[in-house]
């Protein structure tokens, strides 16, 4: 059984000092055999709960509604409306959107791993054909938008009013958790609007704002964008002045900069700025906690549905910290303790497995996890363990979606940019991820073990990652804020209240049986049938290589590299043309599962392709670690000849110092 007491202490330790203050010497210790004084005519003492917990206890709530084990995929605006206007308060589905991009059917596949639903199916509402695909999600009209929320609440009226919504609230007794914010011009209106519906909580559409995700807010550009909030919570008739009444939640679904700065270039978290009373800088007191979804209609979508309908079965913990203080009050074994009395499946490495061979060993295979904790140090572009040093290349590849806090500097400085550390994680398919802006100190962080405390409880992913600081600091929280653990969910095998759906895979055997690999392949993909690819292209590669060409190997490598089978991932690569061999997460999947056929490199092939395939954000450590292995293949000989042949393809000034760099680090496998 959870030992709730442990987990509730971790509300406390989040804003205690890392290394609690000694008692003065002469401070008479407790002696439990001491008798306590009696008094009949006492009251016993009500614990008081923390309004976090409170807050987690609502969502428990909210979250134990019938869930139809049927995912539902579209491809425009008007079905996605159409699939959400279905939904009940006390029955629903996941909708999901194709946007036609490898990027959207990853993160599909991903989803579909998570929830192992009973089948899979493609719903389209037949709209103008002019009107489909991601250009039909580019804006949304407010009237069609709270048409689909009073419809899944059975309000029945129309128009771009939201107030017959609130006033069926209210009559119902409902309490909105938070609100939404979106813009009428933002792609993430479709996060917006899934998460309005399933917590039942107003929304408030802004204008566009200025920026993406990886420029700067100004303090007085969010200053209005605060004021805008809290106007449209007093309009909604909610108490939401303070934390414990109604609306504790403001979920920002805008494609706008995640960072604040003020003129000499220090940055603060707009997840940290919105929800407090005041202004600029100076904000303070808090009255709800923020988080924030951005990206395209599909990537905003995915983080929506994945806050509403999956919960995390197993972890993944790495402690890159050194022993002693400060750092051993983040200690993931720890957290992984208390995450154990979940029932969750736990994996932690720790000292001594805490180094960088360590973790590039287990990312050569995929991580099974839906809650993923990180301690490391460094910068936006490199993260060093005990001993050696990560790239963001090394961030693992996931089964299933997870959500991820990382106690590291600086790793959210451009959420947007793949090559640097939250962007990569964010790509892997992150859906919730606590991370700083800007150098934070340590003390900014909740504590590893704090936070598996606080999540263990079933208290929202947006407080558990928040410290009691009383000043706008530089953590940000990307997600849904009210993403809580609640394993008790209630999964049907039921009738979609929508027709003309298609079920995923029904014409499988005839693409198989006509060669349509390809298509095939897509199909299985999204159905979680990893294995089933690997063995089929393994099949063909062995017995019809012709067959295999490049957008079929394509298809193939990130399920190849999911059903842990490097060899094949590298046999598919082989069969990229030139430019398919470009792609940078099909790259990164080469050089993770290459990783441990490195120290012993007996595969001449593999070399020649990791030679070819050097990542340019990875370049010094790629080229230092295939520098080790091949001159223990050839000959230490060999290695001034490898890196003459890199620098005359690679000629800008930055990729030839890094090869320089490259070339003085002792080759060894390992780092």
């Known amino acids: 059984m959870l030992n709730l007491a442990w987990c509730l202490s971790g509300l406390a330790l989040a804003s205690a000092p890392v290394q609690p203050p000694a008692p003065p010497a002469n401070q008479p210790a407790i002696r439990p055999a001491d008798p306590i004084p009696f008094d009949p005519n006492s009251k016993p003492a009500v614990p008081q709960v923390p309004v976090q917990v409170l807050l987690g206890q609502r969502m428990t709530t909210l979250r134990g509604v019938v869930q139809l084990s049927t995912v539902v995929i579209v491809a ?170 109604d609306i504790e939640a403001v979920t920002l679904c805008l494609n706008a900069p995640e960072r604040l700065s003020k003129a000499n270039n220090e940055s603060f978290a707009l997840t940290d700025r919105i929800g407090r009373h005041g202004v600029e800088l100076n904000a303070s007191e808090r009255w709800a906690w923020a988080g924030h979804i951005f990206g395209s209609a599909a990537k905003a979508a995915y983080a929506a549905q994945c806050s509403i309908f999956l919960q995390p079965v197993s972890a993944w913990l790495f402690d890159g910290y050194p022993d002693g203080p400060p750092w051993d009050g983040y200690d993931a074994t720890a957290a992984g303790e208390i995450l154990k009395e979940t029932g969750m499946k736990v994996e932690v490495l720790d000292k001594p497995n805490d180094s960088a061979a360590a973790w590039r060993m287990r990312a050569a295979r995929p991580v099974d996890a839906g809650l993923v904790m990180v301690n490391t140090r460094g910068n936006a572009d490199f993260f060093d363990l005990e001993p050696g040093q990560c790239r963001p290349g090394d961030v693992p590849m996931f089964n299933v979606p997870p959500v991820v806090s990382m106690v590291h500097s600086w790793s959210l400085l451009f959420p947007g940019k793949r090559d640097l550390l939250g962007g990569r994680w964010l790509e892997r398919g992150a859906f919730c991820y606590a991370g700083s802006v800007h150098e934070p100190y340590l003390h900014a962080f909740v504590r590893t073990p704090a936070v598996a405390g606080r999540f263990a409880t079933g208290a929202p992913w947006g407080t558990c990652v928040r410290t009691d600081e009383p000043k706008i600091w530089k953590i940000a929280v990307l997600g849904d804020p009210l993403y809580s653990f609640s394993p008790q969910v209630r999964r049907v095998s039921g009738a979609l209240p929508i027709e003309g759906s298609t079920p995923v895979g029904a014409d499988l055997r005839e693409l198989l049986t006509a060669e349509k690999f390809v298509e095939g392949v897509r199909e299985m993909t999204l159905l979680g049938r990893d294995a ?8 063909l590669v062995d017995g019809k290589p012709e067959k295999m060409d490049s957008p079929l190997a394509a298809a193939c490598i990130l399920p190849a590299f999911r059903a842990d089978n490097g060899p094949l991932v590298a046999r598919l690569f082989a069969r990229l043309n030139v430019d398919s061999q470009k792609d940078p997460i099909l790259r990164d999947a080469l ?81």
């Open 76 to 245: 425009d605006a008007q079905s996605y409306l159409d699939a959400l206007s279905a939904w009940k308060p006390d029955k629903r589905f996941p909708v999901l959107i194709d946007d036609g991009t490898a990027e959207s059917r990853e993160d599909i596949a991903r989803f579909v791993r998570g929830y192992q639903p009973v089948g899979v199916v493609r719903y389209s509402a037949k709209p103008d054909p002019s009107s489909v695909g991601a250009p039909s999600f580019a804006r949304i009209d407010p009237e069609n938008y709270f048409a689909a929320a009073k419809s899944a609440w059975k309000v029945p009226t129309t128009g771009a009013d939201q107030q017959p919504l609130l006033d069926a609230w209210r009559a119902a007794g409902h309490r909105p958790p938070g609100i939404a914010v979106t813009s009428e011009s933002d792609t993430s209106w479709t996060a917006s609007l899934a998460l309005a519906i399933a917590w039942g909580q107003p929304t408030v559409f802004v204008p566009a704002q200025t920026g993406n995700i990886d420029w700067s807010m100004t303090p007085n550009d969010a200053d209005a964008l605060s004021q805008r909030i809290e106007k449209a919570c007093e309009e909604s008739g909610f108490s939401w002045r303070e934390l414990g009444d």
């Open 532 to 539: 089933d690819v690997a063995r089929l292209a393994a099949a």
């Open 591 to 671: 050089w993770l599962s290459a990783y441990p056929r490195l120290e012993k490199p007996d595969d001449d092939a593999l070399l020649q392709l990791l030679k070819n395939n050097l990542r340019t954000s990875d370049l010094q450590r790629d080229a230092a670690v295939l520098a080790a292995s091949w001159t223990v293949r050839f000959g230490a000989g060999a290695g001034p000849g490898l890196f003459a042949e890199w620098r005359s393809r690679f000629t800008e000034t930055a990729q030839r110092d890094a090869l320089d760099r490259a070339a003085r680090t002792p080759w060894t496998w390992g780092r």
